[in-house]
């Protein structure tokens, strides 16, 4: 039997399939030695996309050099998972402008106090003292 290897890549059989190595590294997954692969050679890689066709990397684990571990995957959605964590992309970059409606659940904490603009496009900051009474003070132009 002639494996076309271009086309796809024969089934691992049990306690059949095998490498063999020589003058390079040859893969005879159906146990057949005389249609196996040359993989490796002095010559460099010998793989054909068909080599990755039932390729499943579930995760990604990193350690850095302090050694602490850390994985990357993705859940049943998609959505990238560091450290089984889904991963938000950070918005705290100075001066940053977000557009569209949000809403936050839970607390927000503004330090410093927090500028509002009016229908018209007044600007006014507002502050808190340490009583909790809120002020509102109407910003002069510098203009």
Do not use: C
């Not at 095998?18 to 010559?43: E, H, I, Q, S």
């Not at 049943?76 to 970059?93: F, H, M, S």
């Amino acid at each position: 039997m002639t494996v076309d290897w271009n086309n796809k890549r024969p089934p691992l059989v049990v306690d059949t399939s095998l490498l063999g190595n020589g003058k390079a590294l040859y893969a005879a997954p159906d146990g057949d030695k005389v249609n196996a692969r040359m993989l490796v050679a002095a010559d460099g890689f010998h793989f054909k996309p068909t080599d990755f066709d039932d390729l499943s990397l579930p995760e990604f684990k990193f350690i850095s050099q302090a050694g602490n571990l850390f994985v990357i995957s993705f859940d049943d959605k998609g959505e990238l998972l560091i450290n089984g964590n889904k991963y938000v992309v950070p918005t705290n970059q100075a001066d940053e402008s977000v557009k569209g409606n949000k809403t936050f659940e839970g607390m927000t904490l503004l330090k410093g106090g927090a500028q509002l603009l009016s229908q018209n496009g007044t600007k006014f900051s507002l502050t808190v003292d340490d009583n909790g009474n809120i002020k509102a003070e109407k910003e002069v132009n510098d203009a």
